[in-house]
């Protein structure tokens, strides 16, 4: 793992690395049956909630919004539900699919400058860009990580009643 010579691409890949071992972390020790088990009404699971993570934020937003990978832009209306995880997918592999997502990610990230524009913008899914440089996207991709952190924590603790980080 190259560093980024910039300052602020190293501060911000620190804190999306953070959210990215918090995801990860809340869910080690889970069986495969927890891991995708419904907690929420709204039928939602582990699995499913880490290859959202892996296919509509880290894939989406760095490979084909900053860096304009044709393979990706293409396959992006053609994905389906990524919060589905069909039962005859192993659990290792969602989770390496995120670790590898996040990786490519990485690279790219290391290899763009914070200002540079973005090579493509879903106008179909977003109309107008409210996002527009690779500073706005890292922002962007740290806040919902950690959001959903968040949510894996309330299901961890709903599943077998751990909790990630506890003071006393």
Same mark, same amino acid.
């Given at each position: 793992?190259?560093?980024?010579?910039?300052?602020?691409?190293?501060?911000?890949?620190?804190?999306?690395?953070?959210?990215?071992? /918090?995801?990860?972390?809340?869910?080690?020790?889970? !069986?495969?049956?927890?891991?995708?088990?419904?907690?929420?009404?709204?039928?939602?699971?582990?699995?499913?909630?880490?290859?959202?993570?892996?296919?509509?934020?880290?894939?989406?937003?760095?490979?084909?919004?900053?860096?304009?990978?044709? !393979?990706?832009?293409?396959?992006?209306?053609?994905?389906?539900?990524?919060?589905?995880?069909?039962?005859?997918?192993?659990?290792?592999?969602?989770?390496?699919?995120?670790?590898?997502?996040?990786?490519?990610?990485?690279?790219?990230?290391?290899?763009?400058?914070?200002?540079?524009?973005?090579?493509?913008?879903?106008?179909?899914?977003?109309?107008?860009?409210?996002?527009?440089?690779?500073?706005?996207?890292?922002? /962007?991709?740290?806040?919902?990580?950690?959001?959903?952190?968040?949510?894996?924590?309330?299901?961890?603790?709903?599943?077998?009643?751990?909790?990630?980080?506890?003071?006393?």
């Amino acid at each position: 793992m190259t560093a980024s010579p910039d300052p602020e691409i190293r501060t911000l890949l620190s804190f999306l690395h953070g959210q990215r071992r /918090h995801v990860l972390g809340i869910l080690d020790g889970l !069986d495969t049956d927890a891991l995708r088990q419904p907690v929420l009404p709204s039928g939602w699971n582990c699995l499913g909630l880490v290859q959202h993570l892996a296919l509509d934020v880290e894939r989406f937003w760095f490979r084909a919004v900053v860096a304009g990978a044709e !393979d990706v832009i293409k396959s992006v209306d053609d994905d389906g539900d990524a919060w589905q995880v069909g039962r005859e997918v192993p659990a290792a592999e969602i989770l390496d699919r995120y670790r590898t997502e996040t990786g490519l990610a990485d690279t790219i990230i290391r290899a763009t400058a914070v200002d540079t524009p973005l090579a493509w913008w879903p106008h179909h899914l977003f109309g107008e860009p409210h996002l527009h440089t690779l500073r706005d996207v890292l922002l /962007h991709v740290i806040t919902e990580t950690a959001c959903h952190a968040g949510h894996l924590d309330a299901a961890r603790e709903l599943l077998d009643g751990r909790r990630w980080m506890v003071l006393t």
